[in-house]
């Protein structure tokens, strides 16, 4: 969902609408770091995941969506769980340490490498500042540069004759000009030959 900790913490499940057609998470306004209520869509298998835990949920225990025993879950436990589990370095390549942050920064770097348009990942990520997501949040993923740089034109070919074409005019240009020295050496030996003149080094 992209959304912050505190956003995720306050839902409650009348915040979610798990319809196929229309299926969102509701952020209240009181949750929002920017003060302003949203609706979040959601993907199918979140919607599969929030219908599971739902029927599995004691609904007089808790009528928020994550809690732990009725209390609020410790996100930083959590991920350190979830990343020991997985057998994942909770340090990146960056050198930064992965926390649970770090999954908003993972949702907007997938919408930024797909083929979405840059305006509606800053809704997604409900930043005022597109700024603030493409400079901050989004990070580009290598098979996204890989696929970005094969749509470039290929001029190899077009260079490569042009860079031939030149090559060979280049050494037609030298053979005739060796030609003419050569018939200008022999107009010029004639002429001294019929006058008797030696010839000068």
């Known amino acids: 969902t992209g959304l912050r900790r505190k956003e995720l913490l306050n ?5 979610i609408n798990l319809l196929a057609d229309n299926s969102y998470v509701r952020v209240k306004a009181s949750a929002a770091k920017n003060d302003q209520e949203a609706k979040q869509p959601i993907p199918p298998f979140v919607v599969r995941l929030l219908t ?22 410790n996100t930083a436990e959590l991920i350190r769980a979830d990343l020991a589990a997985a057998d994942i370095d909770p340090i990146d390549k960056d050198g930064n340490e ?5 999954l908003r920064n993972s949702y907007i770097s997938f919408l930024a490498n797909s083929d979405t348009p840059p305006k509606v990942v800053q809704k997604l990520a409900r930043h005022s500042d597109p700024r603030l997501t493409f400079n901050t949040y989004a990070r580009t993923f290598d098979e996204a540069e890989q696929k970005a ?28 000009s060796h030609r003419h020295k050569n018939s200008q050496d022999t107009l010029k030996n004639a002429i001294l030959a019929e006058n008797k003149i030696a010839p000068r080094d």
């Not at 839902?11 to 915040?15: N, Q, T």
């Not at 599971?52 to 609020?72: I, N, Q």
């Not at 992965?98 to 770090?102: A, L, R």
């Open 11 to 15: 839902l409650a499940w009348d915040d």
């Open 149 to 176: 740089i094969s749509f470039l034109p290929n001029c190899g070919n077009f260079v490569l004759s042009t860079s031939l074409d030149t090559n060979r005019r280049k050494q037609e240009i030298l053979v005739d």
């Open 98 to 102: 992965i926390c649970f942050h770090s």
């Open 52 to 73: 599971a835990l739902k029927a599995a949920t004691r609904p007089k225990l808790s009528d928020r969506v994550f809690v732990s025993f009725g209390r609020w879950i």
